[in-house]
Antibody, heavy 120, light 109 residues
Framework: QVQLQESGPGLVKPSQTLSLTCTVS??????????WSWIRQHPGKGLEWIGY???????YYNPSLKSRVTISVDTSKNQFSVKLSSVTAADTAVYYC????????????WGQGTLVTVSS | DIQMTQSPSSLSASVGDRVTITCQAS??????LNWYQQKPGKAPKLLIY???NLEAGVPSRFSGSGSGTDFTFTISSLQPEDIATYYC???????????FGGGTKVEIK
């Protein structure tokens, strides 16, 4: 059973960089066949896909966030990470990591989510 | 970007009722449409993929249909444990521009 777990600071100051890591267990990122995504949900709102990465390092980003987002992968640790720069209060959200099958963007496994608040 | 219009935004129904949610895409997305259930404080859970395929382990009272721009999600007999918000999600873009509908909150009357 694949499990994903987000980790990182729950509070980030405005203009700083938000950094989160997703640790995958029960399966190897380096085995290929899957994309590894970050998705966020503003409080009381809907879901927004941030971007995803393949084990090789290939990335795709939501154009609305592309200028501020970097997703990376560390196959030795079976982890992938997201960095979002120049954050504002509008970036306050629950951040989820999730897995989808390569070629089929169907999110079959999700982390539990972590709330990140942007505030001074 | 492809916009997903989901309706209604909320509904209230009785246990045993048939519940229907619709999702309309701003352009043809074939059958590249998934449905998720999200309970309060939890991550979304995949219920239906590719418009009409039931994810393993999901009760058969959940179903989906449609293709092109118009899609329907149905709960044939609403159960108390179905109280949740339901989202559609399309994935018909290359490069990917994955988008979700606005969600439908289902409550018990």
């Amino acid at each position: 059973q694949v499990q994903l777990q987000e980790s990182g600071p729950g509070l980030v100051k405005p203009s700083q960089t938000l950094s989160l890591t997703c640790t995958v267990s029960g399966g190897s990122i380096s085995s290929g066949g899957y994309y590894w995504s970050w998705i966020r949900q503003h409080p009381g709102k809907g879901l927004e896909w941030i971007g995803y990465i393949y084990y090789s390092g290939s990335t795709y980003y939501n154009p609305s966030l592309k200028s501020r987002v970097t997703i990376s992968v560390d196959t030795s640790k079976n982890q992938f990470s997201v960095k979002l720069s120049s954050v504002t209060a509008a970036d306050t959200a629950v951040y989820y990591c999730a897995r989808s099958v390569s070629g089929y963007d169907i999110f079959d496994y999700w982390g539990q989510g972590t709330l990140v608040t942007v505030s001074s | 970007d492809i916009q997903m219009t989901q309706s209604p935004s909320s509904l209230s129904a009785s246990v045993g009722d048939r519940v229907t949610i619709t999702c309309q895409a701003s352009q043809d997305i074939s059958n590249y449409l998934n449905w998720y259930q999200q309970k309060p404080g939890k991550a979304p859970k995949l219920l239906i993929y590719d418009a009409s395929n039931l994810e393993a382990g999901v009760p058969s009272r959940f179903s989906g249909s449609g293709s092109g721009t118009d899609f329907t999600f149905t709960i044939s007999s609403l159960q108390p444990e179905d109280i949740a918000t339901y989202y559609c999600q399309q994935y018909d873009n290359l490069p990917p521009r994955l988008t979700f509908g606005g969600g439908t909150k289902v409550e018990i009357k």
